[in-house]
């Protein structure tokens, strides 16, 4: 096949993945499992996290097979910084994780304690990357995306984890509205959604009172 051909099914893989991931985490598809299958509903999460780390192996081992020659590299200064911002990204995913429930998140709550409920369980709660981007997890990905050095490969996969971030972040706003309706609202008015703004935050006081449903000055 041709570069082009080899290419167009990289991306192609990656699409079929997101399609999937998407589906699957969509409220819709969950209120039909819920009715058709109540019995499946703990055991959904993880196994909707199982099948999210086996699906992505196709995707990232062809796009390991079609490694080329870099269209380009981070050399001196530049490597420095790439590098330090990737490690930043890195620390900032180990930091983050204290502020999740990991139990629900990776869903061996949900199994435990055989909860039927489709919404997520996990209150409202700003972290300290919360305060300043609504998705600190997306933001982060995408600093490790593209401090990468890039080759053909990479860089389709990198514009196209880099567009379904863009549209999960979307669809997960969506979610998140229903699950916390006017909070989230206002929450969304004051931060934003995965690029910081030196003009856009909220500080611990006003994050507290957001949390507890607050209005903030």
Do not use: C
């Amino acid at each position: 096949m041709s570069q082009i051909q080899t290419l167009s099914l990289l991306a192609g893989l990656w699409l079929g993945y997101f399609l999937i991931h998407s589906l699957l985490a969509s409220l819709p598809v969950k209120y039909w499992v819920a009715r058709r299958f109540p019995a499946f509903i703990p055991w959904y999460r993880l196994i909707f996290n199982s099948l999210a780390l086996l699906l992505l192996l196709p995707p990232l081992a062809y796009m390991w097979m079609l490694r080329g020659e870099p269209l380009w590299q981070w050399q001196g200064a530049a490597a420095w910084i790439a590098n330090g911002l990737a490690l930043l990204a890195l620390a900032g995913f180990v930091w983050s994780l204290k502020v999740y429930d990991s139990g629900e998140f990776l869903g061996l709550r949900q199994l435990r304690l055989q909860i039927t409920e489709v919404h997520d369980q996990e209150r409202f709660h700003i972290s300290h990357l919360h305060r300043f981007v609504r998705h600190p997890w997306y933001s982060l990905g995408l600093v490790l995306v593209w401090t990468q050095e890039m080759d053909p490969a990479r860089l389709v996969s990198a514009l196209a984890i880099s567009l379904y971030i863009l549209l999960g972040s979307m669809l997960e706003e969506r979610k998140l509205l229903v699950y916390h309706v006017e909070v989230y609202r206002r929450y969304q008015q004051r931060v934003p959604g995965l690029i910081p703004r030196p003009w856009r935050y909220l500080n611990r006081s006003q994050a507290q009172r957001l949390q507890a449903g607050q209005e903030v000055g």
